[in-house]
């Protein structure tokens, strides 16, 4: 019979061994967190190895991601489809188990964690999308979603600053079906943490309303468990357990010292711990005894067939409700989708000047009817980023809903919004000013890497914004968005191109979305049905003037327009000009050479590309033979019009400098001077 602690130790020294022979790792926090991490997947978790995205499965999530290993090794032991071979392949390339852990790669990994914090928020996200679910679907005697999310954190987790905003949040929803396991081992990577984190942990999660357990003994699984059931008995509020453990336990010379954190821990000293931990066998060797202790894949089948019995009668007794769950927990959109996006293009398709933030509230107000799954929510800034539509029902403490006021939280609402995506059931769509990206941009990084179905809406685009000044308006964020991996981006030029936007936002499955958005009202182009079906495209030709072309003129969003009026005027001189609207680059970059081909050509090498932005990326199009008006100094707190006319973007300036590239003489570059 196997002792706790042998089981334990099993976690132990697969961590260490792997770690070893990969020669880079983190051993402390998987030796010091291998207790917690036995009671936890052995005795209280609700999953199956045999079918890891089971819906009803608990959700957990290492929010210190440098303990993959602990996460890899107790994947091993349980049972999933991550074998020895695999271990020992730790931090190779395309292994199943990289060097923090990734959505994708490794079958048990709810959210890609690494950088501190963002795991407890996108985990926060998670338990939220649990409760709204729940709420929907269950009925008396079918609890169909019913499930608990568990976060482990250590000290640097809680020294981020995006834990305090997601955990405010947390507390404010009452989570009761959240529990944090905080590893509180005091040591981070520069030393004894009690010269730069003195918090009172305990007082401050009472004062976000969380349930809290204090000095609970890591090591000890009769303390372990009695707090876990604890934490599950209240279910009012979210709980955390700060747990007392020893960085790198085991280790005889290293244990309770920095130096364990993210170093392996030397040949000598894995024999040294081994002998301390009372471990004779071999490296990646386990006893069949240990792993028969630890084997969790028949009693997780016996919970998920439990599961699809309940679900079978459900589906009785509820066959709208069921068929519904199904098909959001699938991300699949409803059948009728394409005709209803056509009759709201229909619908939509006016001609009043409205601010491209007005028309993405006017298709909000037609596609939320349609999606139940659209879970908006905005930084405090609702009737500015107008998010809201007449169906939004706000959540709260009371009350679950379809729109979350997530406060003045950037950064906790993106990573949150994170995980009620991976969760599954929801497309989430966010909101703030689009120069406060930069709040919130490593969890947009981590939305693009992970692959998560986000809708991030960013309005006040540009120096249109006008009086609040530079510290508002946005001159870098939009190259910045662009330039991330698997990010797509749209800025749309008027309502037309808005639905487009947010057409592909939907159905988009493997990345994020962001729809950058003007404060400032836009005229509405004038577009026949093959300019309308090529807006999906990308980018497209908005109009030629004259039988040849001898210019294009290539814009986005607000400066569309205004490439419309200076190539009329252009042509008026003599010269052929066209005009591309282009509200995606990573769209138009997706499609065919020779659609790329017909929309600019190659033999036309004079190109002027007109975006209020930062114009670094607008070299691939026009090359050395064109021009860009573009924005790359800080903005000024005056009227629109007057910034406008300040950095050259009127129809006079343009046109002047246009003329000059033809007629090849010198022209200014940067068109405020």
């Known amino acids: 019979m196997c002792s706790r602690q042998e089981l334990a130790n099993a976690i132990r020294v697969l961590s260490i061994d792997a770690i070893q022979k990969a020669n880079s790792g983190h051993p402390g926090a998987s030796m010091g967190m291998a207790d917690i991490a036995e009671v936890l997947w052995r005795s209280i978790l609700r999953y199956n190895p045999n079918n890891p995205y ?95 999310t ?25 989570l009761g079906k959240l529990t944090v396991l905080y590893d509180s081992n005091k040591i981070s990577i520069d030393g004894k943490i009690h010269n730069w984190f003195t918090d009172d942990t305990a007082k401050r999660f009472q004062s976000y309303n969380w349930h809290v357990i204090n000095n609970v003994d890591g090591h000890n699984s009769n303390s372990i468990m009695k707090a876990i059931k604890i934490a599950k008995s209240v279910t009012d ?121 007005q028309s993405s509230q006017n298709i909000l107000e037609h596609i939320g009817k349609i999606l139940p799954e659209l879970l908006g929510g905005s930084a405090d800034l609702a009737p500015s980023n107008l998010t809201m539509w007449s169906g939004s029902i706000p959540i709260n403490q009371k009350k679950s809903g379809n729109y979350i006021h997530y406060g003045v939280r950037e950064f906790g609402m993106t990573s949150i919004a994170n995980g009620i995506s991976q969760h599954g059931g929801f497309i989430p769509y966010t909101a703030t000013f689009l120069v406060f990206l930069d709040y919130a941009k490593n969890a947009v990084r981590m939305s693009a890497l992970m692959g998560t179905r986000h809708i991030m809406l960013y309005t006040h685009d540009s120096i ?84 040849t072309i001898d210019v294009i003129l290539i814009a986005t969003g607000s400066e569309v327009q205004l490439a419309v009026l200076s190539a009329n005027k252009i042509h008026d001189l003599g010269y052929g000009v066209r005009v591309v609207s282009m509200p995606s680059i990573d769209v138009f970059e997706s499609q065919d050479d020779d659609y790329k081909e017909s929309v600019l050509p190659k033999l036309i090498n004079k190109r002027v590309a007109i975006e209020a932005g930062q114009s670094n990326i607008w070299y691939k199009y026009v090359g050395l033979h064109g021009m860009i008006v573009g924005i790359d100094q800080f903005g000024e707190s005056a009227s629109a019009d007057d910034l406008f006319k300040k950095f050259g973007f009127t129809v006079n300036n343009v046109v002047r400098n246009v003329k000059k590239l033809l007629d090849n003489k010198s022209f200014s570059y940067k068109l405020y001077k």
């Open 464 to 547: 249109g914004l006008g009086e609040d000044g530079p510290t508002h308006q946005p001159i870098e964020q939009l190259s910045s968005l662009r330039s991330i991996p698997n990010m797509s981006v749209w800025r749309p030029s008027d309502t037309l191109e808005t639905i487009f936007a947010w057409t592909c936002a939907i159905e988009r499955y493997q990345g994020p979305t962001a729809l950058v958005l003007s404060r400032q009202n836009l005229e509405q182009a004038s577009r026949d049905k093959v300019q309308i079906n090529n807006i999906a495209r990308g980018g497209y030709i908005l109009k030629d003037f004259g039988q």
């Open 54 to 148: 089971w819906d009803n499965r608990d959700r957990v999530i290492v929010s210190n991601g440098h303990a993959s290993m602990l996460l890899y090794s107790v994947l091993h032991l349980t049972g999933y489809d991550i074998s020895i071979d695999d271990l020992q392949d730790f931090r190779k390339l395309h292994s199943k188990t990289p060097g923090h852990p990734e959505v994708g790669c490794t079958p048990g990994v709810e959210v890609t964690t690494g950088p501190l914090g963002q795991g407890l928020a996108s985990g926060i996200g998670m338990a939220i999308a649990e409760k709204i679910l729940a709420s929907y679907f269950n009925r008396p005697q079918y609890n169909i979603v019913d499930h608990d």
């Open 237 to 357: 509020k979210p709980s955390i357990i700060i747990f007392n453990t020893k960085i790198g336990f085991g280790s005889p010379n290293k244990s309770g010292t920095a130096e364990v954190h993210g170093s392996p821990l030397g040949v000598q000293e894995v024999l040294l711990t081994k002998k301390a931990l009372h471990w004779k066998y071999p490296p990646f060797y386990i006893p069949d005894e240990v792993y028969d202790h630890w084997d969790m894949r028949n009693i997780g089948n016996k919970l998920e067939e439990y599961w699809n019995t309940l679900f079978s009668k459900y589906k009785i007794d509820y066959p709208d409700l069921s068929s519904e769950y199904t098909r959001r927990m699938s991300g699949l959109l409803p059948i009728d989708w394409p005709d209803k996006i056509r009759a709201i293009v229909h619908s939509l398709n006016s001609r009043n000047a409205i601010a491209t933030r």
């Open 150 to 174: 568990w976060i482990f954190a250590g000290d640097g987790c809680l020294m981020e600053g995006i834990s305090h905003e997601a955990c405010s949040l947390a507390g404010t929803w009452k």
